[in-house]
């Protein structure tokens, strides 16, 4: 695809499905290894990485590309938010350069063994990053179908 396709919400959103995946087979991994003496169970965080560089972007759209409203009902409805954690938990992630992955020993899944790998969490995170990844998917399909639509494909 050219790049003056890919807008930074696309981007956002395959780098969403980059890091999804990316946290799908550490689980997996981790899985994989219960049984294995002294595994560390291993974590990704993208989202960190990912929130920095939503920021630069958003940055770079303030900077001129994209202004408020200064007429009609958009320019009167304004959008307040009323608590500091407001917008706070929207994480859109972009490009997963960042995205690694890390042993993190969880404290309450220590064995005998040595072994950090707990069932509940690793299938609650399975769980969790399977829904992630089914919505961020249907918001990307959304978005190229409106591509699709502007160009006028059927």
Not at 8 to 14: V, Y
Not at 117 to 126: H, I, R
């Amino acid at each position: 695809m050219s790049n003056w396709l890919i807008d930074p919400t696309t981007r956002a959103l395959s780098g969403a499905l980059d890091g999804l995946a990316l946290r799908e087979q550490a689980v997996a991994s981790n899985l994989a290894n219960i049984d294995t003496p002294s595994y560390q169970a291993a974590s990704v965080d993208f989202e960190s990485e990912l929130q920095a560089q939503l920021a630069g972007a958003s940055d770079q759209l303030s900077a001129g590309s994209m202004t408020p409203p200064t007429d009609g009902p958009s320019a009167r409805t304004g959008m307040a938010q009323t608590s500091a954690a407001h917008l706070q938990g929207l994480v859109t992630p972009s490009m997963t350069g960042g995205a690694s992955l890390a042993s993190q020993a969880n404290g309450s899944a220590n064995r005998v063994d040595g072994n950090t790998v707990s069932v509940d969490t690793e299938m609650t995170a399975l769980a969790e990053t399977q829904l992630k990844y089914a919505a961020v998917s249907r918001m990307l399909t959304g978005k190229l179908g409106m591509l699709k639509d502007a160009v006028g494909g059927r």
